[in-house]
């Protein structure tokens, strides 16, 4: 089966923030794009889909730390249903999450980021998008 070639778009959900990394055209690499407001990420993902194909999503899922799903779980969820309704043309996958915020503070800590911009949220966010869509393009041969 054939590749499709566009971006995929990775999304860290939370109540406040969303955290979004996107990969090449290619899909090749997964880098960290921004974080938004959670009440602007639809207006936010029709925008980008019209500059940018997009050949699928990538919701991380939160799970506790025996895999069993979290009170997060239902959230993202439910928002991975209304994202599927909003954007039928894209695929949606879900990737585990766990993990994530604590390999990106290390992640900027090892690259040098002030403590300040470390314990900038949004740098979190965004970083944790991107661990989730490397993970999800480690493990998924689309």
Known sequence: MEKKTGRIVAIDYGLKRVGIAVTDPLQVIAMPFTTIATSTLFSFLKDYLQQEKVVSFVMGMPKGLNGQP???SGVVERVGVQLKAAFPGQTLYYQDERFTSKLAMQGLYQAGYSKKDRGEKGNIDKVSAAIILQS?????DR
């Open 70 to 72: 979290s009170k997060m």
């Open 136 to 140: 999800f393009l480690n493990v998924y």
